[in-house]
């Protein structure tokens, strides 16, 4: 683990020594082109699972009732709910599993203004960790689900994996832009924008 004294970083009885107040790039998005690519994420996940589910799962069909709608509605909405909780835990998690960042350390909220669920930690942590930390949600809320949705013949939790898969986009945006910096490099979260300040390391 890696902490903050007075200027330098420590790592593992090493010091490591940098400008903490000037990074070496600041990595962000925007948040309206991120809508968009939410939008197109979700709807070419819908396209594709269902195109999957069709293959596996034909033939199957809906049946439309003012009762099954109310019912599938609610369902939708609160494992949507659900999904966006678990979300956030598994960023939360990846930050404990692949930076051994102190859960005291972390804290998750949404940010009413901007429209946002967030996942936080103010310890520093390697780029490599952070990018698994970024698209561990992706699996467990997206992937997972959609392939438990095919085998179980559930079109509910196969469209909420697609709104989960179009929910990852921004963890997808910071990821590759990540992967322009060396592993080892320290990435900082900003605690109160989509935003990641990188450093410099020796």
Not at 26 to 52: C, M, N, P, R, Y
Not at 76 to 91: D, R, T
Not at 130 to 144: E, N
């Amino acid at each position: 683990m890696i902490d903050y004294i007075g200027g330098t970083f420590r790592k593992r009885g090493g010091f490591i020594v940098y400008n903490y107040d000037n990074p070496t790039a600041i990595v962000e998005i925007d948040l309206l082109k991120l809508v968009k690519q939410s939008i197109w994420l979700t709807i070419g996940s819908l396209i594709a699972l269902f195109g999957i589910h069709f293959i596996v799962n034909a033939p199957f069909h809906f049946a439309f009732s003012f009762r099954s709608i109310l019912k599938t509605t609610t369902l939708f909405s609160i494992g949507y709910v659900a999904l966006i909780v678990l979300h956030e835990f598994f960023h939360l998690l990846g930050f404990r599993l692949f930076a051994q960042a102190p859960w005291h350390s972390m804290k998750v909220g949404v940010d009413l203004k901007q429209g946002i669920a967030y996942a936080t930690t103010d310890r520093f942590m390697t780029n490599a960790a952070v990018r698994k930390a970024l698209l561990l949600p992706f699996w467990l809320t997206g992937i997972v689900p959609a392939i438990l949705a095919i085998l179980i013949n559930s079109t509910t939790l196969l469209v909420l994996a697609a709104f989960l898969i179009g929910g990852a986009a921004g963890d997808f945006a910071m990821y590759r832009q990540l992967k322009r910096f060396p592993n080892h490099w320290l990435i900082k979260d900003d605690p109160k924008m989509p935003k990641l300040y990188v450093y410099k390391t020796k």
